[in-house]
Each structure stands twice: as C-alpha cells, then as structure tokens.
Nanobody, 122 residues
Framework: QVQLQESGGGLVQAGGSLRLSCAAS????????VGWFRQAPGKEREFVAA????????SLADSVKGRFTISRDNAKTTVYLQMNSLKPEDTAVYYC???????????????WGQGTQVTVSS
C-alpha cells in the first residue's frame, strides 16, 4: 500500500519549465514503479511517463519525449517530472500513480494521487 500526493503544478508561459513532485508514503516506496498521467478538459487521461522500481527503466510518451524527464529519489520517497519547453497543449491535471509491477504505461495502476493542475499560457 502506498499513498501519493502531487505538487509543483501552476501557471507557466509557453517555453517555460515546471517540476512536479510525487511524494509517497506507506509501505516500502522503492518497491513501486511510478507513472505520470495527465487529463485535459474534455479529453481522456493519457500516459506521460513512467519509471521502474530502481529508476533504471523509464518510458516517455512521444508527445513529451525530449522535453520531459522522469526521475526518482527513493531516499526522499519522491518521484519527479521535470517539464521543459512547455506548450499550451501540455495544459492538464497531472496525476501520479504507483504499482508493484515493473513498468506500466497503461492506466492499470492500483494507487493514484489527487492530481495537480498545470496550465501553460500561449
């Protein structure tokens, strides 16, 4: 079991950067893979990025590849999503999720945070 809380969202101009954090509590955090998803108004939730238990395995959606980076600090029980070169189409509520599987890029995660709003102005 793990509880997740996102933070770091906000308003940024196009081309700017934000760093989202997903803080975890509960049972051993290092045993969980973590994914980031986002949902824009009127759209379905989509996969953004994921990172394995050890951090050695990562996956990024094509839409954010080269701009976003996912990382984790198990000592701080936190996963980060560094978002650079932000575009208006990145505007969405961003969610982190955790699973005991190795690496999951679908929405099949048993644990989810409440989300944090990211708004990119043009």
């Amino acid at each position: 079991q793990v509880q997740l809380q996102e933070s770091g969202g906000g308003l940024v101009q196009a081309g700017g950067s934000l760093r989202l954090s997903c803080a975890a509590s509960g049972r051993t955090f290092s045993n969980y893979a973590v994914g980031w998803f986002r949902q824009a108004p009127g759209k379905e939730r989509e996969f953004v990025a994921a990172i394995s238990w050890t951090g050695s395995g990562t996956s990024l959606a094509d839409s954010v590849k080269g701009r976003f980076t996912i990382s984790r600090d198990n000592a701080k029980t936190t996963v980060y999503l560094q978002m650079n070169s932000l575009k208006p189409e990145d505007t969405a509520v961003y969610y982190c999720a955790a699973t005991m599987a190795w690496l999951v890029t679908t929405g099949d995660y048993p644990y989810w945070g409440q989300g944090t709003q990211v708004t990119v102005s043009s």
